[in-house]
């Protein structure tokens, strides 16, 4: 048996697999790596997002990739397995569920220690395509600052951003182009105005299903009674994919903020003041929420954490019941996460995805030419 390495390029044209190739009894198998620049900015990029917060006095997590129970959220699909155990039957075997986020862990420690932490860990959603941003396993980097709301975490974002582009910026695979734009700090846009410049009207004036219906017909996006079982919050949803996201500044990250309350998350309430066309003050609830696109990506989201108990614990029930109902696959919900959350002190957080930030910050297109295959 002999091994021998070959050069190899990943989907995208990039020059970033190396092809190890083993001979045994005449025949040839192909086991495809990172190559060696790319296992090295990936594990910088690693350990600089480590040190940043570190540095800044963040209590560094570990917490378990598997779950008996996860929060319930009907936007994804998870991961079962089973725990058998020794000398016992099959039948016996307790149900186990890969965790999608490690907030169900973090909030507890949250919780019992009052201090802000992070974590970089792999998570894992079913039922993604695999494609150029998405994979069904990836890494993810969450923290949480206490006694901040989500105003607060872009500004810490932005510096974090800053000191992982100082850090990496030498490095042969590091984009000059990506790294300036993400130097240059966010551009803030509510989502009403990001709905006025780029969908032509007021998202805080449609207050009904029919109004936004005729928006989205307005848009050519469909016609007749297409939008017949559609509710409010999925005419937002596909305005938001076809006509907001794609028309987003490229060439800077944008923070789009101040989601609309009827799409339900657990981050906390504000109310949001316009003027209409006609003179009307119109007084609407918004998510004080955010997302970061880079690059026309979507690569991080935040919220100022909701701590209501009962606000919680009716949005777990909520969910949980439209899981029941449409999830391929069943999970129990964790109990009385509403009693954890009100132990928090005020806080945000923030979800970040590592393998695109850091194909982004070396100019790729997609995220598999740093993933071990």
């Known amino acids: 048996m002999r091994g021998q390495g070959v050069s190899a390029a990943c989907s995208c044209g990039c020059p970033a697999l190396f092809a190890l190739a083993i001979v045994k009894k005449n025949e040839t198998c192909y086991f495809y790596v990172m190559d060696i620049e790319a296992l090295e900015f990936r594990a910088l990029c690693l350990q600089t997002a480590r040190d940043f917060f570190i540095e800044n006095n963040y209590l560094e997590l570990d917490t378990p990739a598997l779950a008996a129970a996860l929060i ?7 991961f079962q397995t089973e725990a058998i155990q020794p ?35 792999k998570c894992y959603r079913n039922g993604e395509s695999v494609g150029r941003i998405h994979s069904p396993e990836f890494t993810m980097l969450e923290y949480y600052t206490m006694n901040a709301d989500y105003k607060d975490s872009i500004k810490i974002t932005e510096s974090f951003f800053c000191f992982i582009i100082d850090k990496i ?3 042969p695979l590091a984009s000059p182009e990506a790294c300036n734009f993400f130097a240059e700090g966010f551009q803030l846009l509510t989502m009403e105005d990001a709905f006025i410049r780029y969908a032509g009207f007021s998202l805080a004036e449609q207050d009904s299903v029919k109004k936004l219906a005729e928006q989205a017909r307005r848009l050519d996006l469909a016609s007749g009674t297409e939008f017949a079982h559609y509710g409010w919050d999925d005419l937002y949803e ?53 997302e970061v696109y ?50 928090m002190p005020p806080c945000s957080g923030v979800a970040l995805g590592m393998d695109r930030l850091i194909a982004l910050l070396a100019g790729r297109k997609t995220i598999d030419s740093f993933f071990y295959a």
């Open 87 to 121: 000398f016992m039957p099959k039948e016996s075997a307790k149900k186990l569920f890969l965790v999608p986020s490690p907030e169900v862990f973090i909030k507890p420690v949250i919780a019992q220690t009052k201090r802000s932490v992070f974590q970089i860990s």
């Open 238 to 290: 596909l305005i938001l994919v076809h006509c907001i996201e794609p028309a987003l500044p490229k060439k800077r990250c944008v923070a789009l903020m101040d989601y609309p309350a009827e799409v339900p998350c657990l981050a906390k309430n504000k109310a949001f003041t316009i003027q209409t066309a006609e003179g009307k003050t119109v007084t609407r609830q918004v998510k004080e929420r955010w």
């Open 72 to 78: 319930p959220e009907t936007c994804l699909e998870v």
């Open 169 to 171: 910026k030498n490095h």
């Open 294 to 343: 880079a690059g026309g990506i979507e690569l991080a989201n935040c919220y100022t954490e909701e701590r209501d108990s009962d606000t919680v614990t009716r949005y777990f029930a909520e969910e949980a019941a439209l899981k029941e109902k449409t999830a391929l696959v069943p999970h129990p919900s964790v109990k009385n996460f509403g009693d954890i959350c009100a132990q």
